[in-house]
């Protein structure tokens, strides 16, 4: 499926008369997140890797890249500093979760017409991005109307062909400036951009909006497709095959869900530690795993301080996966870059210093791992990739040397929630403590919904 539309966003200019009016368009690139955007001079501006960017395309291995689109008015001062990404991001949301999936043919988008969208998306506890995910309003009623005139100017500025608002704004917009709302469903037509139109999007319309902007709508909804057979071809059904059913209920495959994080921000993780030795359980001040983004690298860090006896941090992240919900697990297929960065190796590490990886998943309260031990190597990047089955896990009890094989997680459809992540292992035989670390510069994990 070919996006028929650009898709971008507007900005609320805070002082028209001073600074341009101004709009986004974005497309989609390589790179997860939204960190990279060109002014009206062909300016390129980066964000810092200190900022980790919308937080609404965190967890999503999909990203967006900017340009800018300004006021052809010298006389006035550009909003956007230097291609300056501004504000929290909330209003824009909708455009970025749409704009991070569209697809176009090479070379073509430029001369599509362009839609401008402002609305935030609420996504649910623990749904991968976005699946069911709802269009929202992003401030009251009573403080949303000045700034929706304001983007609807810059959309008119810009020749966008439509401005989509949440069904409450877009009556407010349309109560203002006296003008038509129209549903989702305009996007059948061919548009004019002599004025934008308003579109009202409910907040269950985000497939239905995709599709009619040529996304694929099951970036968005876990639904499956119901279809029911006419009377007349169940009756003829019955006639020549004697059958008793009276419905056909086709199944649509659902797709594989892709992880993937290089970004590390800390508020999507969980750590816990596990110690197994008779000294760590005396001194457990000695004894820690931290979670600590490198904003120069962009690395996760995990630091073990051992001593006599093993110790094992477990990395999830924060957001569980629902089966439930979003159906029986297959598979998940983890793929890794890692690295072991010891303070001390030599006789008193145990294993010649090398630092074991697991991959991992947890359960009802329970961390299982998979079968197979990734040995990281002392400062030297290695790329760590599994597929694991259901049966391709064991319970963890607190070491890597102590595992419970007959015990699974449950991957059907009425399984509990799944977080998933990774496990360290670092051991010593000395007496003494003994510092040890690990680095992930990225990671990923597949959820396999079928077998096919």
Same mark, same amino acid.
């Given at each position: 499926?070919?996006?028929? !539309?650009?898709?971008?966003?507007?900005?609320?200019?805070?002082?028209? +008369?001073?600074?341009?009016?101004?709009?986004?368009?974005?497309?989609?690139?390589?790179?997860?997140? !939204?960190?990279?955007?060109?002014?009206?001079? /062909?300016?390129?501006?980066?964000?810092?890797?200190?900022?980790?960017?919308?937080?609404?395309?965190? $967890?999503?291995?999909?990203?967006?890249?900017?340009?800018?689109? +300004?006021?052809?008015?010298?006389?006035?001062?550009?909003?956007?500093?230097?291609?300056?990404?501004?504000?929290? %991001?909330?209003?824009?949301?909708?455009?970025?979760?749409?704009?991070?999936? @569209?697809?176009?043919?090479?070379?073509?988008?430029?001369?599509?017409?362009?839609?401008?969208?402002?609305?935030?998306?609420?996504?649910?506890?623990? &749904?991968?991005?976005?699946?069911?995910?709802?269009?929202?309003?992003?401030? *009251? @009623?009573? +403080?949303?109307?000045?700034?929706?005139?304001?983007?609807?100017?810059?959309?008119?500025?810009?020749?966008?062909?439509? $401005?989509?608002?949440?069904?409450?704004?877009?009556?407010?917009?349309?109560?203002?400036?006296?003008?038509?709302?129209?549903?989702?469903?305009?996007?059948?037509?061919?548009?004019?951009?002599?004025?934008?139109?308003?579109?009202?999007?409910?907040?269950?319309?985000?497939?239905?909006?995709?599709?009619?902007?040529?996304?694929?709508?099951? /970036?968005?909804?876990?639904?499956?497709?119901?279809?029911?057979?006419?009377?007349?071809?169940?009756?003829?059904?019955?006639?020549?095959?004697?059958?008793?059913?009276?419905?056909?209920?086709?199944?649509?495959?659902?797709? *594989?869900?892709?992880?993937?994080?290089?970004?590390?921000?800390?508020?999507?993780?969980?750590?816990?530690?596990?110690?197994?030795?008779?000294?760590?359980?005396?001194?457990?001040?000695?004894?820690? &795993?931290?979670?600590?983004?490198?904003?120069?690298?962009?690395?996760?860090?995990?630091?073990?301080?051992?001593?006599?006896?093993?110790?094992?941090?477990?990395?999830? #992240?924060?957001?569980?996966?629902?089966?439930?919900?979003?159906?029986?697990?297959?598979?998940?297929? #983890?793929?890794?870059?890692?690295?072991?960065?010891?303070?001390?190796?030599?006789?008193?590490?145990? /294993?010649?210093?090398?630092? !074991?990886? !697991?991959?991992?998943?947890?359960?009802?309260?329970?961390?299982?791992?998979?079968?197979? @031990?990734?040995?990281?190597? $002392?400062?030297? #990047?290695?790329?760590?990739?599994?597929?694991?089955?259901?049966?391709?896990?064991?319970?963890?009890?607190?070491?890597? $040397?102590?595992?419970?094989?007959?015990?699974?997680? *449950?991957?059907?459809?009425?399984?509990?929630?799944?977080?998933?992540?990774?496990?360290?292992?670092?051991?010593?035989?000395?007496?003494?403590?003994? %510092?040890?670390?690990?680095?992930?510069?990225?990671?990923?994990?597949?959820?396999?919904?079928?077998?096919?």
């Amino acid at each position: 499926m070919k996006t028929r !539309y650009r898709i971008g966003y507007p900005y609320a200019n805070p002082s028209p +008369e001073k600074l341009r009016d101004v709009v986004v368009v974005l497309e989609p690139n390589n790179y997860a997140g !939204y960190r990279e955007v060109r002014d009206s001079n /062909h300016n390129i501006y980066v964000l810092p890797s200190s900022d980790p960017g919308p937080p609404i395309l965190n $967890l999503c291995h999909h990203g967006v890249s900017g340009t800018i689109i +300004e006021q052809n008015d010298h006389s006035k001062t550009s909003i956007a500093q230097n291609g300056r990404i501004n504000g929290a %991001g909330v209003s824009m949301q909708l455009a970025l979760v749409l704009a991070a999936f @569209a697809q176009y043919e090479h070379n073509k988008a430029q001369n599509l017409p362009l839609v401008l969208l402002s609305a935030a998306i609420a996504k649910p506890i623990g &749904a991968p991005p976005f699946l069911d995910a709802t269009i929202k309003t992003y401030c *009251d @009623a009573n +403080e949303v109307e000045e700034d929706i005139i304001k983007k609807y100017n810059a959309a008119k500025m810009a020749k966008a062909v439509a $401005l989509v608002l949440p069904t409450r704004d877009a009556h407010i917009l349309s109560q203002k400036l006296q003008q038509k709302v129209n549903d989702i469903t305009i996007f059948r037509q061919q548009l004019s951009n002599e004025k934008p139109c308003i579109v009202a999007a409910d907040d269950v319309s985000l497939p239905q909006l995709a599709a009619h902007l040529g996304i694929c709508k099951f /970036h968005y909804t876990s639904s499956k497709k119901r279809t029911s057979l006419s009377r007349k071809l169940v009756q003829s059904l019955l006639i020549t095959f004697a059958a008793t059913c009276l419905f056909w209920w086709p199944w649509v495959s659902p797709k *594989d869900l892709k992880i993937h994080d290089e970004n590390f921000n800390a508020a999507n993780y969980q750590v816990t530690y596990f110690a197994n030795s008779s000294q760590i359980d005396r001194f457990p001040q000695h004894a820690n &795993a931290q979670l600590v983004p490198n904003s120069n690298q962009r690395k996760l860090y995990i630091s073990l301080k051992v001593k006599q006896g093993d110790i094992n941090a477990a990395v999830f #992240f924060a957001q569980p996966y629902q089966p439930t919900k979003h159906g029986a697990l297959y598979a998940l297929t #983890f793929k890794a870059t890692a690295l072991c960065n010891q303070a001390t190796v030599g006789n008193d590490m145990d /294993h010649n210093g090398r630092l !074991y990886f !697991y991959f991992a998943l947890e359960q009802d309260g329970k961390i299982y791992i998979t079968n197979k @031990a990734h040995e990281l190597l $002392l400062n030297d #990047f290695r790329i760590c990739e599994e597929t694991a089955t259901q049966n391709n896990f064991k319970e963890f009890a607190n070491s890597y $040397l102590h595992t419970n094989e007959s015990v699974q997680p *449950d991957f059907s459809a009425s399984g509990s929630q799944i977080k998933y992540g990774f496990i360290f292992f670092g051991g010593t035989k000395s007496t003494a403590y003994i %510092g040890t670390c690990g680095y992930v510069e990225k990671w990923s994990v597949t959820i396999k919904r079928s077998k096919s």
